[in-house]
């Protein structure tokens, strides 16, 4: 029960903030008619809603945006790391012998090996995110739906949900693969375009 208060709660604050941070953006921003081109750029003049109170709040605006970023970056390989541990014991169950921190470092080094590979290629800020939100939120989550559906077939009948859940599970799955090639197909004619430049 504290966990669910501790989550809920959490859930209320994060809309709260959001509302009250969009509400002022939208304040700030409308009346100039300045419009928003680019992720950058959408921070740098988020700024001014800060600027409007206190000219000192801009550098600590900027600070915690960095630690949101460092924090949401940190977390993705312990994340992925704890996800796949216990997936892949639970599918394979000689893999749970199989150390947490070394499958933490290999992810954290795949990381490092791609981002530096990225980095030096020249590819341009919005691909290389766009490349990111694909593999881990289109393409991730898919993957981890289909273990769900395939660790709910391998239950006990007794311990599976009702054939509802299950046949929502499926559809859900069914339009997850259809957005991720939706949006394979997008991100390849995306990257096929910046190779052509």
């Known amino acids: 029960m504290p966990l669910r208060w501790d989550v809920g709660m959490g859930a209320v604050v994060m809309m709260i903030v959001t509302g009250a941070f969009l509400t002022a953006g939208a304040t700030v921003l409308f009346p100039r008619q300045e419009a928003v081109g680019g992720s950058w750029e959408l921070l740098t003049k988020q700024a001014s809603i800060w600027r409007q109170i206190h000219q000192a709040l801009v550098p600590v605006y900027y600070v915690m945006v960095l630690m949101a970023l460092w924090g949401t970056l940190a977390s993705v390989p312990e994340a992925i790391a704890r996800v796949a541990h216990d997936f892949l014991s639970a599918i394979w169950p000689r893999f749970e012998r199989f150390p947490i921190r070394r499958l933490q470092g290999l992810i954290v080094s795949w990381f490092f090996a791609t981002s530096v590979v990225w980095t030096w290629s020249g590819v341009t800020f919005d691909l290389l995110t766009q490349t990111g939100a694909f593999l881990t939120v289109s393409l991730g989550l898919l993957v981890v739906f289909s273990c769900v559906l395939y660790l709910n077939m391998t239950l006990p009948h007794r311990?599976?949900?009702?054939?509802?859940?299950?046949?929502?599970?499926?559809v859900s799955a069914v339009v997850l693969l259809l957005c991720t090639l939706g949006g394979a197909v997008g991100l390849a004619r995306k990257?096929?375009?910046a190779l052509g430049e």
């Not at 311990?159 to 499926?170: E, I, N």
Request: aromatic share 26%; proline share 7%; charged share 15%.
């Open 159 to 170: 311990y599976r949900p009702r054939w509802w859940v299950t046949a929502g599970g499926v």
């Open 191 to 193: 990257i096929f375009a």
